[in-house]
């Protein structure tokens, strides 16, 4: 099934789990992800038992849940679903495969006992399978761009209205503050008429008691942002049930916390014989292409290098966009497919063709350009050729980071607790 948004199928498909743990709930178009890594990390690091609902997965259809910060056993995950899966067919909702994911999270952390879970948006928010959490005493909502209009609308202005469903009455909203004024002007609306509490907004222009400890961390920006924005959540949501828990005391600890793809240096090596560190990040929109690029222009665009792309793109995406925003014209690109994903058919790879001519209308001549085609290997061996000892960056998609990192890890080659973040 492709993507059907809407809560009927999903009301009665968790119907029989008992969500007696409360939540956080948070959606955006980028940095979500973050918030909800470095919300679970404070959690873990104060002693509450938590669980962790992400998505898309990375290389496992599973690794997208976690109870306290480890993912869950493949046999456990495998069962909750086959029962999730019978309870679909017996009562003949034909739920999607994400919302088979939600319900089969939901109930895992039910068997768990979590007394918290960190609950990410799939896709907008307002009719997202995740939006029937019962008990969330957070909600928040990260920076908003353009990204999946055909689903959630052609303005950030509309994006917004989708992301800010998730507000409930009597339940605070913390969000970016940072965001375009059009996005802010339609989340002040909606807390005034949904959750009937005042915004609690979260930038270095908006400081409130916590930002002077997420200051001192060693992040970029737009990072700092996210962190305050989870500690803000947890201190805001955990008072009267946990007040003696002071979650500024977990800054730290949170702050060290890495997401795979996410601005990740890997060694290929043991595939290609490339001894030199690459650079992974799974940036497939316009707000988060920019941030990627920023970070190769300082880190490795050492006296104007030309920079090797490995890259691949989700049907869908502004594949022009995104190659103006990350390629210079003497840079090269290997342009690659990633393969099926796990539980997500409707998911496909643009053509690597699609790509290069994209590319092609902002090269020189010296750059090199290569069709790849879905040899995601031999993508990595050419790209490792033609960088030769320069830098080489894996971008695009996290499906094709994903695809990159299972490869890895099949090869021996990877082990994503001792992988580290470039220099920032």
Known sequence: MAIELGLSRISRLVQP?????????????????????????MLHAAGIRSGRFTSPHLIDRWDCITIDEKVVD??????????????????????????????????????????????????????????????????????????????????????????AGIMKSGVPCIVDATNDPAVMDVLESSAASVSRMPLIKVSPEHQGPLWDPVQKEVLPGHQRINLACAVTALQTGMKEAHPEINFQDYISAASHIRNPARLQRVSIEQITGRWEAVLIDGAHNLQSAEVLASVVQQD?????????????????KDVGGLMRVLIHPSDNVIAAEFGPVDGMPWVKAVSAREILDEVDRIRHREG?????????????????????????????????????????????????????????
Not at 17 to 41: D, E, F, L, P
Not at 101 to 124: D, K, R, W, Y
Request: charged share 20%; with cysteine.
């Open 74 to 163: 493949e046999s456990l995950f495998r069962q909750v679903e086959d029962s999730v899966r019978w309870r679909d067919r017996k009562h003949g909702i034909r739920a999607s495969n994400f919302e088979i994911l939600t319900a089969t999270a939901f109930e895992i952390f039910t068997q768990e006992n979590v007394e918290v879970s960190v609950v990410e948006v799939g896709l907008g928010g307002r009719l997202d399978a995740t939006n029937v959490l019962v008990n969330p005493f957070a909600t928040v909502i990260s920076k908003i761009g353009l990204d999946h209009q055909s689903f959630l609308g052609n303005s950030l202005a509309e994006i917004a209205r989708e992301k």
């Open 300 to 316: 490795r665009r050492d006296g104007g290098q030309a920079v090797t792309w490995i890259v691949a793109v989700s049907a869908g």
């Open 17 to 41: 789990t008992s969500q007696k743990w409360r939540a956080i709930h948070v959606a955006g178009t980028n940095g979500k992800g973050s918030i909800c890594a470095y919300a679970s990390a």
């Open 368 to 424: 090199m350009s290569v069709a790849v085609s879905a040899d995601i290997e031999g993508a990595l061996r050419r790209g490792s050729e033609v960088a030769g000892e320069g830098p080489l960056v894996i971008a695009g998609s996290l499906y094709l980071a994903g695809d990159v990192l299972r490869l890895l890890r099949n090869s021996g080659g990877l082990q994503l607790h001792r992988c580290k973040p470039i220099p920032q």
